[in-house]
């Protein structure tokens, strides 16, 4: 690892200019593959473009070779606790 760290928290708009299952496929999806730690997302005003439906696939459901998040939130309330 170039960067190790324990995780990634991504702070919203993972997608821009909108969310999609293609631009997380390629924009994220390729973008982590060889990042082996959890990956902590939430969703920004960019990801809702789809009603959140790519970014429930990817992080909700995570897809091979995507680090899930250490617990999975359920919609609507969408919080991370690191203790």
Same mark, same amino acid.
């Given at each position: 690892?170039?960067?190790?760290?324990?995780?990634?928290?991504?702070?919203?708009?993972?997608?821009?200019?909108?969310?999609?299952?293609?631009?997380?496929?390629?924009? $994220?999806?390729?973008?982590?593959?060889?990042?082996? /730690? #959890?990956?902590?997302?939430? *969703?920004?005003?960019?990801? @809702?473009?789809?009603?959140?439906?790519?970014?429930?696939? $990817?992080?909700?459901?995570?897809?091979?070779?995507? /680090? #899930?998040?250490?617990?999975? *939130?359920?919609?609507?309330? @969408?919080?991370?606790?690191?203790?």
């Amino acid at each position: 690892d170039l960067y190790p760290s324990d995780f990634c928290l991504i702070l919203g708009d993972v997608m821009y200019p909108t969310g999609g299952a293609e631009g997380y496929r390629y924009g $994220f999806q390729e973008a982590f593959k060889h990042y082996d /730690s #959890p990956v902590l997302a939430l *969703p920004g005003n960019h990801d @809702w473009y789809d009603q959140l439906q790519a970014f429930q696939q $990817f992080f909700i459901q995570p897809p091979d070779r995507v /680090s #899930p998040p250490s617990r999975s *939130p359920e919609l609507p309330n @969408w919080f991370y606790y690191l203790d």
